[in-house]
Every structure is written in C-alpha cells, then in structure tokens.
C-alpha cells in the first residue's frame, strides 16, 4: 500500500507511543511530555491535510481514532502504575471507548457510519490536555499549587460520559436493529 501523508503521520503517532512510555516509566516526565505533544499535534495535522487534500482512506478512518485511543490509554495507563491517576477514571474512560467502538460495529453491520461528534473531539481534547497537564506535573502551580491537572482530568472523565450518552442517544436506532 503507498501511504500518503495523513497515514503517515497517523504511523508516526503510532511508532511514538512505546517510545513515550518508555521516556515516562523512567523517571523523564518532560521529555514524554514533548512527545505526547509532537503525537498529539499529528493527530490534528493528519486530519487536515487529509480533508483539505482530499486524502481521505479507509486506512485512516480507521487508524486514526485507534491511534488517539492507544496515545491516551497509553498515557493513562502508565500514570495508574505511577499512582498519579486513579484508575477509576480510566476504567470509564475506557468503558466509554470500548462501548462507542461496539455500537459502531454494530451500526457497520446495519449498513450504518456513525461519525464522530463535536462532543467526542471535546473528550478527545480535553484526555489529550489532562494529560499534558499530569506529564509537566501541573505545571507553572507546581505540585502543591492550583490542582488544574486534576480539574481537567475530571472534565476529561466527565466529557467521556457525556459523549457517550450523546452517542446513544442519537444512534439509538442502532440498538433496535
């Protein structure tokens, strides 16, 4: 297959993720700081070349929200071994994933697309910049500061719910079947 740009850049998020973990289960949390960013920054530019491009491919309709998903979970994962999240956040988080990936096959075998919603990018933007928060380590409050960190890791967890309950509700059409 010739890969053209948006693909690759969806690769290249794929190919940093164990080289992120790696820099954040080592102590180097700046440094996985700058290559969760590079990543995530690829995640905005695939998309856009892609439609202003017309470069749009199955190949990245489907990679490209999987690799959002393993950036993230990745992330989160790693800060449950390092005791900076609780992990039953990221068990909604991921709850919410796995259901909205099932109701998606689901409409797929009706002959049905569900696209992604503003809600969903909202989610998607607000994992991304808890994240960020957590790997500069709430930086410029610093530990013992202003916790914003931890306020947009909850309004991470609560736009996961909420994009969720978006998803069905609208595709509840999907479950009738």
Not at 74 to 97: D, H, K, T
Not at 103 to 122: P, T
Not at 132 to 158: E, H, S
Request: aromatic content about 10%; charged content about 10%; proline content about 4%.
């Amino acid at each position: 297959m010739n890969m053209n740009l948006p693909n690759k850049l969806t690769m290249l998020r794929i190919i940093l993720i164990p080289v992120f973990m790696i820099f954040l289960l080592t102590g180097h949390w700046y440094i996985s700081a700058v290559i969760f960013v590079v990543a995530s920054v690829t995640d905005t530019l695939d998309g856009q070349i892609a439609r202003r491009y017309n470069l749009v491919t199955n190949f990245g309709k489907i990679m490209d929200p999987l690799a959002d998903k393993l950036l993230v979970f990745s992330a989160l994962l790693c800060m449950i071994q390092l005791s900076v999240v609780p992990a039953w956040m990221v068990v909604i988080m991921l709850a919410r994933e796995l259901l909205i990936v099932s109701l998606r096959a689901v409409a797929a075998a009706q002959g049905l697309v569900i696209a992604a919603s503003w809600w969903g990018k909202i989610k998607t933007i607000t994992q991304m910049a808890a994240v960020i928060l957590l790997l500069i380590q709430n930086w410029p409050f610093g530990p013992d500061g202003f916790p914003l960190a931890t306020i947009v890791l909850w309004i991470a967890v609560i736009m996961t719910v909420v994009s969720g309950i978006d998803y069905i509700i609208k595709n509840k059409a999907v479950f009738k079947g």
